[in-house]
């Protein structure tokens, strides 16, 4: 018992560091076989090595939380909330901003676009997505997904506002067509996406151009004189039909004047008399009436 004794007297404190050293690793590598899916990512789980098919082993849906990814696996994490891919108003370095695109309308005059695209990766998509595109723009990092967006999002983008463009004079284009082309690129720019990417990674929530202006000074004052103009008309047109209410209500009343009887004429009989006093008060005030 004494040797027994002995023993643990001698190498208890060998044996104390030991466990210490089997907890430490057990946790290193708890941490290293596993990982977390963010509330705000898919994440796509790889063994180690030349990424494709043969080396996939597991997407770990939005918000799932600590899971298990195993030894030698590398880890790529995507949105899987919506996105907004701005173009021409965003900030300098933003990962879903662009320069503001540059067309040219039916009459040969460059026309300066801006607008913007909500979209979402579809989920049943993202370990296709990641092997044909994430891969090519090392897209899960922020510098590849702007050069992704660059290439499979704003090129099928740029075709279609020119297309539609072509059909109108800059002037058109900038004032009254401007909803015309937004609503036929937003029919189309989901499919053309899809085509130019090789899959329908994308499912476009909403796209609205902001602005389309022309590039040349003389065609944006030439636009502002013919807006000028147009309000002039409208302001013109308010006055007349004033003007003609005004002139009917006096009719009304100079009709009612002249028949004897009517609540008119004894009203302004009443008025020339001097017995009554009117106070003429604007519809709908609020005027309280005091009494002696």
């Known amino acids: 018992m004494s040797k027994v004794k002995s023993f643990f007297t001698e190498h208890g404190m060998g044996v104390g ?14 941490f290293y076989t596993t990982g977390i899916a963010k509330q705000s990512n898919y994440t796509l789980v790889y063994g180690t090595g030349t990424i494709g098919k043969a080396n996939y082993r597991a997407t770990e849906q939005s918000g799932a939380g600590r899971f298990y990814k195993g030894f030698f696996t590398t880890t790529y994490a995507y949105p899987a909330t ?12 933003e990962a879903d901003s662009d320069a503001a695109i540059e067309i040219n309308a039916k009459d040969g005059n460059i ?11 579809k989920a049943d998509k993202i370990r296709e997505f ?20 660059e ?14 463009a072509k ?16 609503n036929s690129v937003q029919d189309t720019l989901e499919a053309d996406i899809a085509r130019f990417a090789g899959g329908d990674y994308f499912q476009i929530v909403d796209f609205k151009i ?7 000074q003389t065609i944006v004052d030439s636009l502002a004189r013919r807006t000028a103009a147009v309000n002039d008309v409208e302001t013109a047109k308010q006055k007349v039909l004033e003007a003609q209410q005004t002139a009917l209500a006096n009719e009304t009343l100079a009709q009612s004047l002249n028949k004897p009887g009517s609540e008119a004429a004894v009203l302004q009989n009443l008025g020339n008399s001097g017995k009554v006093q009117f106070i003429y008060v ?3 005030s609020a005027v309280a009436a005091q009494t002696k």
């Open 17 to 30: 560091i030991g466990a210490a050293v089997v907890v430490v690793i057990a946790i290193i590598m708890f």
């Open 82 to 93: 919506d996105r907004t891919y701005i173009v021409g108003e965003g900030k300098a370095g």
């Open 111 to 121: 026309l300066v676009v801006t607008c913007s695209m909500s979209f979402r990766l």
């Open 130 to 149: 990641h092997e044909k595109q994430g891969i090519k723009f090392a897209a899960w990092t922020d510098a590849g997904w702007s050069r992704m967006l």
């Open 151 to 164: 290439q499979i999002v704003r090129r099928p983008l740029m075709s279609d506002l020119q297309t539609e």
């Open 167 to 182: 059909k109108y004079d800059a002037i058109q284009a900038s004032s009254e067509n401007m909803l015309d082309i937004n």
């Open 210 to 216: 902001n602005r389309i202006s022309p590039k040349s």
């Open 282 to 284: 604007p519809y709908g």
